[in-house]
């Protein structure tokens, strides 16, 4: 089992940016692939961003392609979502979620192959 814990969240202004940290600990060999996702009041679960750990390629939803990057510090075990150009819509609860793998490119951001999640930290864009 892997244990995630997300930080880094907060309020921010419409076009500005922020970044979230994502600390594992326990078996996280076990789950090369890591991602974020993010849930809006009344909306259902979106996967934002996708990344291999062994690799580094990465896969982004298309509402946040441009703006947002997935990356890692392996030494570390820490995964980052570095946020720019912010909007409102980007608004929600933030998770980190670790995975054994997924079966196809498909299914990256497909929340069901995740087995491990964070609690999640609070991202509030304003006008």
């Known amino acids: 089992q892997v244990q995630l814990m997300e930080s880094g969240g907060g309020s921010v202004q419409a076009g500005g940016s922020l970044r979230l940290s994502c600390a594992a600990s326990?078996?996280?060999?076990?789950?090369?692939?890591m991602a974020w996702f993010r849930r809006a009041p009344g909306k259902e679960r979106e996967g934002v961003a996708s990344?291999?750990?062994?690799?580094?390629?990465?896969v982004y939803s298309d509402s946040v392609k441009g703006r947002f990057t997935i990356s890692q510090d392996n030494a570390k075990n820490t995964l980052y979502l570095q946020m720019n150009s912010l909007k409102l819509e980007d608004t929600a609860m933030y998770y980190c979620a670790a995975s054994r793998g997924v079966p196809d490119q498909s299914a990256k951001l497909i929340a069901e192959y995740y087995n491990d999640w964070g609690q999640g930290t609070q991202v509030t864009v304003s006008s």
């Open positions: 326990g078996d996280s060999a076990s789950r090369p692939r």
């Open positions: 990344i291999y750990t062994r690799t580094g390629s990465a």
